[in-house]
């Protein structure tokens, strides 16, 4: 009896310990994840001057110094995804910063050229260098198109715009990238290397300057007639306690998303909302 009764005790001890540990392990992990965004955000006058620009002020590391340097943050802090706004590498990283090289190419289809020193405040769809990719007709099949594969080796021309799918930056000089997932988002981005901090990482001024109509919108790959009827197709997963702080709103056929969602689940939420058949989604969700 004695000897039960030290176990049980023993028993219940050894969980207790299992259990604070487990609530210790989950707070550092929390608080590391504060850290790390706090170490990757840009400084306050970066911000300032994206502010003062119209503009967003972004940061990213050198890959070869911070890769699986991160418990929360995929990738180092060396991509970036501009319509999610995030760091995670993965589910749309429109650039990457490794061995002296801004890369494209991690999404279906993706273009960069270089506009030379013009500041991001001045940059338009119009602008030389831009128009020609602006107004560049996405193939049918992006991701198997010849013009992907000429993207991603750099010798597509369009118009009289060299395509480049990575370059070496360049303190000063702007540059736009046009990058597609195909049911997720077409985007045209301007930024500019505002400049180079001490450990070698970007700060960059972003501008999205337009979203195009998603390609393939909808499971069925057809666009809905009416905002009623993207309103109905969208109830289902909205009442997702998963998704309860996501605020849906719908003109035009063309969704917003504000509010927030676990980062996690934030591409699938933009793959639900452009299954309603929306034209496009505009993603005003923050991660958390």
């Known amino acids: ?12 001890t050894f969980g207790q310990d299992r259990q604070r540990a487990l609530t ?26 994206a ?14 110094t911070y890769d699986n340097s991160f418990s929360s943050i995929r990738g180092g802090g060396a991509y970036y ?10 589910y749309g990283s429109e650039l990457g910063w490794e061995g002296g090289y801004l890369s494209t190419g991690y999404t279906d289809f993706a273009m960069m050229a270089d506009l030379g020193e013009i500041s991001i405040d001045e940059i338009t769809k119009d602008t030389r260098g831009v128009v ?32 480049v799918s990575r370059l070496k930056p360049i303190v000063g000089r702007s540059y736009v990238v046009r990058s597609l997932r195909v049911s997720y988002y077409d985007i045209l981005v301007a930024f ?28 069925d790959g057809k666009i809905a007639e009416s905002d009623d009827q993207i309103r109905s197709k969208a109830q289902n ?39 309603t058949g929306a034209s496009k989604t505009i993603n005003l969700l923050e991660p958390r």
């Open 81 to 90: 995804g501009f319509y999610y706004r995030s760091p995670d590498y993965g």
């Open 24 to 49: 210790d392990f989950n707070a550092m992990k929390a608080r590391a994840a504060e850290l790390e965004r706090a170490f990757l955000a840009p400084d306050d006058n970066d911000r300032a001057v």
């Open 237 to 275: 997963w909205l009442r997702d306690e998963r998704f309860k702080g996501v605020a849906f709103s719908v003109a035009n056929r063309v969704v917003t998303l504000n509010g927030s969602v676990d980062r996690q689940l934030l591409a699938y939420a933009i793959q639900l909302a452009n299954n």
């Open 132 to 163: 020609d990719i602006a107004n560049y007709k996405i193939p049918d099949d992006p991701r198997n198109s010849s013009d992907n594969g000429k993207a991603r080796m750099g010798t597509l021309t369009i118009g009289e715009t060299a395509v």
């Open 192 to 219: 500019t290397v505002f400049r180079r901090d001490s450990d070698n990482s970007l700060i960059l001024l972003s501008r999205l300057l337009h979203q195009y109509d998603t390609p393939r919108a909808a499971s």
């Open 51 to 64: 502010a003062q620009r119209s503009a967003t002020a972004i940061r990213l590391l050198p890959r070869e």
């Open 1 to 12: 009896m004695l000897l039960f009764l030290f176990l049980v005790l023993f028993m219940s």
